[in-house]
Every structure is written in structure tokens, then in C-alpha cells.
């Protein structure tokens, strides 16, 4: 019996009979998908000191204890209603939100909700095997904390599949535990969630800039005129805030030692004969990561984006902020491919939502690549790194089919093929860095080398805290 308890939430689920009977059914198969895509190797002995979210408000949602993995209380959780809250874009806007799927958008919302979701089990699936070569306990526990709370995620998009879409619901939740990522047979819908996330530069990169793709989508997403999508992701966006600090803190931490083992050898030292990370390679996956991510907003001319924006399903993040909320009769100016090179194509605005999203998400992103420059400041170097152009290494849109090189410049194809691993990790980058990771750091305070210890340690405990504990 599926017990309140057990599944923490704020949506009734003792009194909601049916909820608890599809959860029920699912809950089994989402454990046993969580023991053999989750987490390897820290299933049965290891005590995880993980945050769980046990209520909403803001004592509950950062509730701090020890458990073993398969134990977490995934829970479900709605933000708080918005009296009154009105369709705030599109055609219906003004007009009361809805608290049921109207039938004739019951496909466009599912296929959203389904997209949304498969992502979630996707990230933990590709970094299922980072246990094995941690920095550090401190990162072995955000590694943890970020993969529990993808699961809770999981469960987010499953909750709504279950409540609002009946039995089409409980089969596309099933089929989200069979897809998997990186599978040539089932593999997950949108393509970033099928890369392999081999390395702590990978997963730092990745939450970095693919968990802030979750951020824009999950800002769009909580705009939507379903009001129990809106409360749901508006409650997820902040657990991802943490996310994306373990992503920006984590490259900064990388930035910081290779910096130190710079100045430590004069300035004159290959970085890599220190056992470090060199610049050239965290560009190298800054530019892989970036471009993945920018992909996942979709074509930058899509019919779909105008019809969830008419129809009042997916808005843009921070609706609030912009001034026409209908968008009718407005433009957007796009850089697009013509004979000879580039020329640039005034679209109606709906169609370019995805567009615009992906201007914010870049925007965003930005502002995190120049809070990293600062440390080279300290260290009085020039060196900086850079976000490359949007039209860099695209494998969805009007871009896809073409090449550029990092600052937007047109290469031919065989100049392309012969360049690329100049701008994108190559095999002997990889092999480096599983060599540097090859032994895992489990002794509480210490240290991989090409890593700089945090400035502080998670929920006011020390840095050298036993985040992560082996039973005996
Ligand atoms: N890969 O009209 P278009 C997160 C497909 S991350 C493969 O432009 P649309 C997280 C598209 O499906 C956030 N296929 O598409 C982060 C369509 O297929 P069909 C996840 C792609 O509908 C880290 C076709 O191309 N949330 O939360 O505007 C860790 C036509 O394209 C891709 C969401 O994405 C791609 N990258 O799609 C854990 C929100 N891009 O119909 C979690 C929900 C497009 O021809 N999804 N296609 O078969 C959406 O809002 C939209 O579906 C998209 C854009 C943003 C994906």
C-alpha cells in the first residue's frame, strides 16, 4: 500500500484513490529502474547526506538526512496556488486558468509533459557511473542530490500524466522507464539526453548549461494555462537552482586549480604534466555542452512553438516581463543560411518562440561564463573563456546541415572535419580525463588534484563532513 508518508506531497494522494493505484502500480518499476540505471555501485552500502523535499513552504522543501539511495521519499509537490490566476498569454489570455486538460489540447500537453519527463530519468541514466570517479565526498553527494531530485522530477511528470491523462497517461509513464538513454533501439526523445556523461568535466558542463535548458523550459512551462503544470514546474525550478550551482561552481572550483597550478609553475607548465585540467579542453567542453543545449530548444522556426504559445500551453519565461502578451501581429528578426552566406528574415513572432526562449538561455548562460572570467582576474592572467556562436556544432535547425567555426565564420565540410576536434573534445582529450579520474576520492576533505576544494561545505557543515558514508 502506497502510504502518504512514505511519499511525502501536498496533493491529497491519502484521499485520491485512483492517484494511489496507478502509483501503486508504477512506484515498483520505477524503484527497480533507479537500482539498475541509477546510481552503480552506491545502492545497498552508502548513506547519502541528501536534502529531500518533505513540504513546500521553505523550512520543508530543504529537509537534510542521511539515507540510503533507493530509500529517498520521492515526493510530490505543487508551489502554492496563485488566487484567481489568469492565462497570462496566447488567445485565451485573461480567462481563468484551467484545472482540467481541455480535450483539444490534451495531445499538445501530453507530448510536452512526456518531453519534459523523459529528460529527467535521461540525466540519470548518463551519470550513473560518476560515482566510481569522484572528486571528492562533497561531490559525490551533489552528484547524488541532483540525481534524487531528476527522479522527483520523474515523479512530478508522473503525477500529471497519472491525474490528468487516464490510461494514454499510465502507459506513456511506463514508457518513461523503458526508453533509455543512449539505447540505438528506445533511446531518449530529444538528443542531448542520449551523449554519455563519462567524465566530471561532462557533468559539471552539464549542469551548467543542459540543467539551465531545464531552467528556460521549466520558466516557460510554469507560465502554461494548466495551472497543476505551472504549480508542479514552478516548484521544480528550485531544486534546479541547485543544480546549476553545482554545474557553475564546479567548473569555477576546475578554472580555480588550473589557475593555482599555473602560477605555482611560473606560468611556463603544460597544465596537463601537473595533472590538471588546461583552458583549451574546458572551452573545448564548454563549446560541446553549449551547443547541445542550444539544439534542445528546438528549430528556430517551428509551428509547434506558435501553436503551444496561441493555444496558452508554453509561454516565455518571465511572460510577465514582456509587454505584448498575445503577439499577434509582431515579428522577430532571424539570422538565416541563403546563397552565398547569411541574410537575415523577418518571421511572425509566434513561430519564433523557440527562438526567443533560446535568446534568454543564452543570455543566461552569458552571465555564467563571466563569473568564471573574474577568477582569471585574480590570478592577473588574460585568458578568458567564451560562449561560441549559436550557429556552432547545431544538430537541430536551419544550421544543422551547414558548419561553423567558434566565432560563426563558415567552414566548408572537409575543413570542418579536419578542424573540429580544434573546438570539440577529441579521444586522447577523453582518455586524459578518465585517466585523472581513474581513482575516486572518498576520504572525507580531500581532493582530486585538478579540482580546488568548495568555499563552503552543503547545509552549513564543514567541507571535510562525511557527506556520503559506507555502512559497515
Ligand atoms: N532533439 O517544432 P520543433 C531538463 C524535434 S531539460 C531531438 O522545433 P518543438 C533537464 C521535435 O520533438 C528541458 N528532437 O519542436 C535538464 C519535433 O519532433 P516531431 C526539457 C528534437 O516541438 C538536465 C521536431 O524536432 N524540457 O529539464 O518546438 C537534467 C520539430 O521541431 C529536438 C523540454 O524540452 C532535439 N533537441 O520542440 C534533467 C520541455 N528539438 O514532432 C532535466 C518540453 C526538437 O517532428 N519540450 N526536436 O517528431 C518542448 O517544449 C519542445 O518539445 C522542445 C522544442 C523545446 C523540445
Known amino acids: ?78 508551489a502554492d496556488p496563485v488566487h484567481d490566476r489568469r492565462i497570462g498569454f496566447g488567445d485565451f489570455a485573461g480567462a481563468p486558468v484551467w484545472q482540467e486538460v481541455p480535450g483539444e489540447f490534451r ?43 531528476e527522479g522527483r522530477h520523474l515523479w512530478a511528470m508522473v503525477y500529471l500524466l497519472h491525474s490528468y491523462f487516464g490510461r494514454d497517461g499510465r502507459d506513456e509513464a511506463e514508457e518513461l ?21 563519462e567524465n566530471w568535466l561532462d557533468f559539471f558542463m552539464f549542469t551548467m548549461f543542459t540543467d539551465r535548458d531545464g531552467k528556460s523550459q521549466l520558466l516557460s512551462l510554469s507560465e502554461s494555462s494548466l495551472d497543476p503544470l505551472s504549480r ?53 567542453f564548454i563549446n560541446l555542452w553549449f551547443s547541445l543545449s542550444l539544439d534542445l530548444h528546438g528549430n528556430e522556426v517551428s509551428t509547434n512553438a506558435a501553436s503551444y504559445f496561441g493555444n496558452g500551453l508554453k509561454g516565455r519565461a518571465q511572460e510577465e516581463k514582456w509587454d505584448d502578451h498575445r503577439v499577434t501581429d509582431a515579428f522577430y528578426e532571424l539570422e538565416v543560411p541563403a546563397k552565398g552566406g547569411l541574410e537575415r528574415k523577418t518571421i511572425p513572432m509566434r513561430t519564433a518562440m523557440n527562438e526567443v526562449l533560446r535568446d ?8 555564467g561564463v563571466q563569473r568564471w572570467n573574474k577568477i582569471f582576474d585574480r590570478y592577473g592572467m588574460s585568458d578568458r573563456l567564451r560562449l561560441p556562436d549559436r550557429k556552432f556544432n547545431r544538430g537541430i535547425g536551419i544550421f544543422s546541415s551547414l558548419h561553423f567555426d567558434p566565432v560563426g565564420a563558415p567552414l566548408a565540410n572537409d575543413e570542418w572535419e579536419r578542424r573540429k576536434h580544434e573546438w570539440l573534445p577529441n579521444a586522447a582529450d577523453r582518455e586524459y580525463l578518465l585517466s585523472i579520474m581513474a581513482r575516486p576520492v572518498y576520504e572525507p576533505g580531500k581532493f582530486a588534484n585538478y579540482i580546488a576544494p568548495p568555499l563552503r561545505g552543503i547545509n552549513r557543515q564543514p567541507v571535510n563532513f562525511e557527506y556520503v558514508r559506507t555502512e559497515a
Open 107 to 149: 495531445n499538445q500537453l501530453r507530448r510536452l509533459i512526456v518531453t519534459q519527463g523523459d529528460t529527467e530519468p535521461a540525466s540519470v541514466e548518463q551519470q550513473r557511473w560518476l560515482g566510481q570517479r569522484c572528486p571528492s565526498l562533497y561531490d559525490l553527494r551533489n552528484l547524488f542530490q541532483v540525481n534524487v531530485e
Open 1 to 78: 500500500m502506497i502510504s502518504a508518508e512514505k511519499i511525502p506531497n501536498n496533493v491529497g494522494l491519502s484521499s485520491n484513490k485512483r492517484l494511489q493505484r496507478a502509483l501503486e502500480h508504477w512506484q515498483p518499476q520505477y524503484i527497480q529502474w533507479w537500482k539498475d540505471m541509477g546510481p552503480q555501485g552506491f545502492q545497498d552500502y552508502h548513506q547519502v547526506y541528501v536534502r529531500t523535499a518533505v513540504s513546500v513552504d521553505p523550512s520543508g522543501w530543504a529537509h537534510f538526512e542521511y539515507v540510503r539511495l533507493p530509500e529517498y521519499r520521492w515526493g510530490i509537490f505543487l
Open 232 to 284: 508542479t514546474t514552478r516548484f521544480m525550478l528550485t531544486e534546479e537552482a541547485h543544480h546549476m550551482f553545482v554545474g557553475e561552481t564546479g567548473v569555477s572550483r576546475i578554472v580555480e586549480r588550473t589557475c593555482q597550478l599555473l602560477k605555482g609553475a611560473g606560468y611556463s607548465e603544460d597544465v596537463r604534466k601537473l595533472g590538471g585540467i588546461d583552458l583549451p579542453m574546458i572551452q573545448k
Open 360 to 367: 534568454w538561455y543564452v543570455g543566461d548562460c552569458e552571465a
Open 177 to 197: 522507464l523503458a526508453r533509455q538513454s543512449g539505447n540505438r533501439d528506445k533511446p531518449r526523445i530529444l538528443d542531448a539526453f542520449n551523449e554519455p556523461i
